[in-house]
């Protein structure tokens, strides 16, 4: 199969939002219908050296029909759920969390030496997924495998499987449904990294640090930069270092019905979520 580069076809700039008991944080997908990519419907930047942003945190609240993948940067997010798992979230580590049939969890943000970082993304599931048991995965710092190239530059891939200089990396998370890849890319100045994604699968590029470009179209900061069609992405820095989000992954193409934190198919089955909730039978 000939190779065909994946270029900018799309922007979905993050803006302020909150989220929990008044969390500050940069939504980009998911603000609207309109800007979830699929199997994606929500990708939550948050960043803060205040905390007065986000110590209130998340107190107990729901999910059913979706993943979450909580990916933190700096500081550390202390989790604790219906099903007795406790756990804290480390800089550099990954929480992931399978509502399926339904979770009931809460969320405390903490910062280190001054600083609280990381993001939160929404991934859907299929139909026949919806109402799977919950799980719940926390991946530390040291299970997300790092390349170091030549140049520079530093990969890490938290899920899915990337094959770089003919050398595969598997990630810790594996999710047959939607296929995701999900990497942290830092490059230094004057570089260049190739990196293979499944032609098949939607893709997307979120900077967060620096400047970098995609077959000279600068990358927007703080912005959901999504890619067309191809099975590589080549990403070039020049005078300054980068770091960036790159996820792809396979779409479901289902109708999506949501309120808040229930994604299902329709909105009865949205209705269901509500009722079962609010009667204690969302867990059971």
Avoid: C
Wanted: net charge negative; aromatic share 6%; no cysteine.
């Amino acid at each position: 199969m000939s190779s065909l580069r994946r270029k900018i076809s799309r922007v979905i700039p993050a803006v302020d939002s909150q989220d929990g008991a008044g969390v500050q944080l940069k939504r980009s997908i998911g603000r609207n219908p309109s800007t979830r990519v699929d199997p994606f419907l929500m990708l939550d930047a948050f960043s803060s050296d205040n905390p007065d942003d986000y110590i209130a945190g998340f107190p107990p609240h729901p999910h059913r029909g979706f993943e979450t993948v909580t990916y933190m940067l700096d500081g550390h997010m202390i989790h604790r759920d219906h099903m007795g798992n406790e756990g804290d979230l480390r800089a550099g580590g990954v929480q992931w969390m399978t509502a399926g049939h339904g979770v009931i969890h809460e969320e405390r943000p903490q910062m280190v030496e001054g600083l609280m970082r990381g993001f939160q993304l929404w991934v859907n599931l299929p139909a026949k997924e919806k109402m799977k048991p919950a799980a719940y995965q926390n991946i530390e710092p040291e299970q997300v495998p790092e390349k170091r190239l030549a140049s520079g530059a530093i990969i890490k891939v938290i899920a899915g499987e990337l094959t770089i200089d003919d050398e595969p990396i598997q990630g810790p998370i594996s999710a047959p449904n939607t296929e995701p890849l999900y990497i942290d890319l830092q490059l230094p100045p004057g570089s260049k990294v190739e990196l293979p994604i499944e032609a098949t699968h939607n893709a997307l590029v979120y900077l967060f640090d620096g400047q970098a470009n995609i077959e000279g179209e600068a990358l927007e900061h703080n912005a959901v930069n999504v890619l067309g069609q191809g099975n590589f992405v080549a990403i070039n820095t020049d005078q300054t270092s980068a770091r960036m989000l790159v996820l792809s992954g396979k779409p479901i193409g289902e109708p999506v019905a949501q309120y808040g934190p229930f994604v299902m198919n329709t909105m009865d089955e949205v209705e269901q979520a509500i009722q079962d909730y609010r009667s204690g039978r969302l867990t059971a």
